[in-house]
């Protein structure tokens, strides 16, 4: 019965995790659809230095280790028959006797070195040492140099790449500054969906957020934390954002640029439930509507951007 129970468990949480897969897989689509289409899509300084970091990381390393490992692999052989024959030439001056001075005439050759009985020592004598000649031969080699060097390049690649570091700068993308296009195309949706399941109070959510809170983390409630927190960020990116608008008479579609140094990591949230209704999320816990906290009189708005706009907010 135990056994059943953490069948459906992982059952329950890979169909919840799939939620989250295709809202994230459709939102993506859509954006490359409006990228192939004539609207023109702009990405912030800081989030494409954000995303080349992520995906330049272990890249060097790696290509460096596929370049070694396939030059050791090709010239390797011939350094070592040269060696294995300086050897055997430097073996066979020792075991020959000095000629004799009063003795003229032809000398056998050493039949060891010639008609050796040992095989590699036969190889060694040869001058593709110890691959042949053959070009179909030589062909098979190169291929399984290449593929060899390109498991070593791999490898060596996801060796130096940090998962906890891209899986940390992927949670704070709405936090940068400037215009976000993955927050654009994922924020809402994501936290949408989060909603729907927390209102829904899916058990494996609950399940996998009790542990969290305990500290008895594993890989699936680490993966879970890792998109409320992203989804937190979002709704903190949206409440600064609804704070410019609203200083600059936008309106709710239009894109804004966040001033920096960008959204402040412990900063309000505006949360909306599934029917609409917004509260501000302090980071305390407090909540309140978004209307009654700043009222009718916007001069807030105007001086929470200054504050951004000149440093004030603390990381």
């Known amino acids: 019965k135990e056994v059943q129970n953490q069948l459906r468990e992982r059952r329950d949480e890979e169909l919840l995790f799939a939620r989250f897969k295709n809202v994230a897989s459709d939102s993506l689509e ?58 055997q030439l430097a073996q066979y001056q020792q075991q020959s006797p000095p000629p004799s001075s009063g003795n003229s005439g032809y ?24 691959r042949s000649g053959s070009f179909v031969v030589r062909s098979i080699w190169f291929m399984f140099d290449v593929t060899l060097s390109l498991m070593m390049a791999a490898s060596t690649s996801v060796a130096y790449t940090d998962v906890d570091s891209i899986r940390q700068q992927i949670i704070e993308m709405p936090l940068v500054q400037g215009r976000s296009l993955t927050s654009d195309a994922l924020c809402d949706p994501m936290v949408q969906e989060l909603t729907k399941v927390q209102e829904e109070k899916n058990p494996a959510y609950e399940r996998l957020q009790k542990m969290n809170r305990d500290g008895t983390q594993t890989p699936a409630s680490y993966y879970l934390d890792g998109i409320v927190h992203f989804c937190e960020n979002c709704e903190r990116r949206r409440f600064l954002e609804r704070c410019i608008r609203q200083e600059r ?10 001033p920096p140094p ?43 951007v200054q504050d951004q706009e000149e440093g004030g907010t603390n990381f």
Request: net charge positive.
């Open 249 to 258: 008479g936008l309106q709710s579609k239009d894109h804004v640029e966040i």
């Open 262 to 304: 960008g959204v402040e990591r412990r900063g309000p949230r505006l949360v909306a439930d599934a029917n609409g209704q917004e509260k501000v999320v302090n980071d305390d816990g407090t909540e309140e509507p978004f209307t009654e906290q700043f009222g009718h009189d916007m001069s807030w708005a105007s001086d929470f």
């Open 30 to 87: 859509r954006l490359s659809q409006q990228a192939e289409g004539k609207e023109k899509l702009k990405m912030g300084d800081e989030e494409k230095r954000i995303i080349t970091s992520m995906t330049g990381m272990g890249l060097k390393e790696g290509i460096a280790a596929g370049i070694v490992t396939f030059f050791v692999l090709r010239r390797g052989p011939i350094y070592i028959g040269r060696w294995v024959r300086r050897r």
């Open 107 to 130: 000398k056998l050759s050493d039949p060891r070195m010639t008609n050796s009985s040992n095989p590699f020592q036969r190889s060694a004598s040869k001058q593709e040492f110890p």
